[in-house]
């Protein structure tokens, strides 16, 4: 995968984040009755609306981030993996929310610089292969709670939503998934749960515009994404 920026969510944090699929679907004309038919023709791409993201006056690093941002996307022609906060819905084993842990390594060794290994705490892996266009996926758990319907998580930044359990055998379980499957998510793979991610493009060119307030001291931009699936389209037919 190519060298993709990450939107540093700590720094600039929305207050709101709303992160869903849109769907494409083909409408057959209304009946007699009044009844309009509608059928998805796909499994559609995410749209990312991030709301009041806090940029206070006294913290200059977050208007140098900001700014750096918007130089480097360039408008919508740039690639940025965005955060989807997940905590309200992932599968935590202990029901309730986990953070990620700092840990050494198997061999109680840590980084070069001293700094600990992150250490998720949500583990689950797919089980089998699973290839580009898939709509469902087989997930084996090996750290998470007894119910993987409804979650959200990426691979690669592809960002993914379960839907109804289709079988369980026992720690592994098939489920629809939508959007369609981006990359192909080799057998054994970890994916991300705790902090899933999509990959996005601005959905306007001056999106990342910011206005400064002399009064109130902060400011409060809206910033909004669509999923990048031009970028998929070339990963899949090798142009990347």
Not at 156 to 167: C, D, M, R, W
Request: proline fraction near 7%; glycine fraction near 8%.
């Amino acid at each position: 995968m190519a060298s993709i920026i990450e939107w540093p969510f700590c720094l600039l944090t929305p207050r709101q984040v709303q992160a869903n699929v849109v769907a494409f679907t083909r409408s057959g004309g209304k009946s007699l009755g009044g009844v309009e038919p509608v059928t998805r023709t796909d499994l559609g791409f995410w749209q990312i609306d991030y709301a009041s993201v806090a940029i206070q006056n006294r913290y200059r690093d977050q208007w140098r981030t900001w700014q750096a941002l918007r130089t480097k996307l360039g408008g919508r022609s740039g690639l940025i993996a965005v955060r989807v906060p997940s905590s309200l819905s992932a599968p935590y084993a202990s029901g309730s929310f986990e953070p990620v842990g700092d840990q050494p390594h198997s061999d109680d060794t840590y980084h070069d610089d001293d700094t600990p290994y992150e250490q998720n705490a949500i583990s689950v892996v797919s089980d089998g292969t699973t290839p580009i266009g898939a709509t469902t996926i087989r997930l084996r758990i090996i750290n998470a709670a007894p119910n993987l319907s409804g979650v959200r998580f990426s691979y690669n930044h592809a960002l993914y939503e379960t839907g109804p359990v289709i079988s369980i055998d026992g720690d592994v379980w098939t489920v629809p998934i939508s959007p369609t499957v981006r990359d192909t998510i080799p057998a054994g793979s970890d994916l991300e749960f705790d902090r899933p991610t999509c990959l996005c493009h601005l959905a306007e060119d001056r999106g990342m515009d910011v206005s400064q307030d002399a009064i109130s001291k902060n400011s409060s931009p809206n910033v909004s994404f669509v999923e990048a699936t031009d970028y998929w389209n070339q990963l899949a037919l090798g142009l990347l």
